[in-house]
């Protein structure tokens, strides 16, 4: 498809599962986000992808929280031992580089449940 | 650093009436700041963006937003309210030197029919 697509769309898990998240950005974009979106709060930068620079993981919240993208294609972010803190929807963006960059296409989401 | 606030987590508006969303920004260099729409189960659209240029902005569905460097502020307005407006909105900054944007708490706009 044309846009950002995220899977799974829902996500039920118990306490201390480990969950993966996938993010398919759009094709060509080169730069990746992902965000974390609590109930009824704004978007809370967790990481940035660019090119096959170093991410910046600097908002990741702890280190059960890491994410891996493979040259400019899919992203994935795990969730180790999950906490019912964890329980929120994980947005992902990818945008062109250069002058375009600042503009970010979002996936719908992952809802996460942590029972 | 930069980050945004944005004013009232709650707006109602009746169906034909003006639409005020107010965003406040801090940046210590020249900002680009951006407005989203996110519909129920949906991810966030782009509405509107400034970056260099003519202050105000026109977006889609009738939006349009102006800078003030003045008052640090970008404010979203619409003219007149449709129902299809109703969603939650958020207001965005980023350097124009730098890779991270940061968003605002967001305002959720209802429309009173």
């Known amino acids: 498809g044309a846009g950002v697509s995220q899977s799974p769309s829902n996500k039920v898990t118990e306490k201390g599962k480990d969950v993966e998240l996938r993010c398919d950005p759009i094709s060509g974009h080169t730069a990746l986000y992902w965000y974390r979106q609590r109930l009824g709060q704004g978007l809370e930068f967790l990481i940035y992808?660019?090119?096959?620079?170093?991410?910046?993981k600097s908002g990741l919240p702890s280190d059960r929280f890491s994410a891996e993208r493979t040259g400019e294609s899919v992203s994935t972010l795990t969730i180790q031992r999950t906490q019912q803190e964890d329980s929120a929807v994980y947005l992902c963006?990818?945008?062109?580089?250069?002058?375009?960059?600042?503009?970010?296409?979002f996936g719908a989401g992952t809802r996460l449940s942590v029972l | 650093a930069q980050s945004v606030t944005q004013l009232g987590s709650h707006v109602s508006v009746s169906e034909g009436a003006l639409v005020l969303l107010r965003c406040n920004y801090s940046s210590s260099v020249p900002p680009y700041l951006f407005w989203y729409v996110q519909y129920p189960n949906q991810g966030l659209q782009l509405l509107l963006k400034y970056t260099t240029g003519a202050t105000l902005v026109k977006g889609i569905n009738g939006f349009e937003a102006e800078f003030k460097k003045s008052e640090t502020s970008f404010h979203l307005t619409k003219p007149s309210a449709h129902m299809s407006d109703a969603a939650e909105y958020f207001c965005a900054v980023s350097a124009n030197t730098g890779n991270q944007f940061y968003f605002g708490t967001g305002t959720s706009l209802t429309v009173i029919p």
């Open positions: 992808f660019q090119g096959n620079s170093a991410p910046d």
């Open positions: 963006a990818s945008s062109y580089t250069g002058i375009l960059k600042n503009i970010q296409y």
